[in-house]
């Protein structure tokens, strides 16, 4: 878990910039929501990108589908946190950026894929204003949220004992783009 001077310099950068922004409440999060790597240091840094990440879908009963990533053409795949285990994959997140990982999570993603919800969305106090906050149903890890502005929030993706942070922004899908059908949720 050593950073570089540069790493460390990012990662307090981002988390400034992360605790200028306003809270968001839980119920505000409710949706499906697009999502995007904020370069930190972390590293995760393009690794989700590279796995087809698409974002995280709220519930109005405040559980998420915490991992969302695309699928066939239109289509979105939720995979359960429980078969990644999060440390490797900070220790081997260059690996996790590859063509190679790439195509293995390609063949994986089916047998990850999620049969229910995966984490809860809460409120949490943190060092000032109360604001959402999701925490994994089994995984060591919780994603607190920040207003950016109507339509987008950054998260700060925290894993137990690991003093670095992996921060990424999140941007509303509209609701009549994300149709529910018999395989998940989809695009068409």
Known sequence: ?????????????????????????????????????????????????????????????????????????????????????????TRFGAFGRSVRARNLFSHLRPRLRARSTTASLKTSSGDDAPTASMVYDWQPISDTFRRIDDHSVAGMMVLDRDPRRYFFELTRVEDRAAAETDGGPSLR
């Not at 910039?17 to 370069?39: I, K």
């Not at 969302?68 to 999060?86: I, S, T, Y």
């Open 1 to 89: 878990m050593n950073q570089t001077p540069l790493q460390a310099a990012l990662q307090a950068e981002a988390f400034r910039w992360f605790q200028s922004l306003g809270p968001v409440r839980p119920q505000e999060m409710v949706g499906l929501w697009r999502g995007v790597s904020r370069p930190s240091g972390h590293p995760l840094d393009g690794v989700l990108e590279n796995l087809h990440w698409f974002g995280k879908r709220v519930h109005p009963d405040l559980r998420v589908d915490a991992l969302l990533f695309e699928g066939e053409p239109g289509r979105l795949v939720p995979v359960d946190p429980k078969f990644l285990p999060a440390r490797f994959l």
